[in-house]
């Protein structure tokens, strides 16, 4: 349960340095998936997870 915390932490902190170091990207990738068909943002969205997946696997490896 810590390491989730952990990693929700870590997931805050991207998060508001993009949005608090760079405002004006955000809204322009906030627009740009307003623009997204369903599927690509689908495979992104695994694509992300299995990236994710893989890094949480060799950095406990």
Same mark, same amino acid.
């Given at each position: ?8 932490? @870590?997931?805050?902190?991207?998060e508001?340095l993009? +949005? *608090? %170091?760079?405002?004006?990207? $955000? ?6 998936? @307003? ?7 689908? +495979? *992104? %969205?695994?694509?992300?997870? $299995? ?6 696997? @060799?950095?406990?490896?």
């Amino acid at each position: 349960m810590r390491d989730f915390i952990d990693a929700l932490g @870590l997931v805050f902190v991207i998060e508001g340095l993009i +949005y *608090g %170091g760079f405002p004006s990207l $955000a809204r322009k990738l906030a627009s740009n998936v @307003l623009d997204m068909s369903d599927n690509t943002l689908r +495979y *992104g %969205g695994i694509a992300a997870v $299995a990236v994710g997946v893989g890094i949480v696997w @060799l950095a406990r490896g």
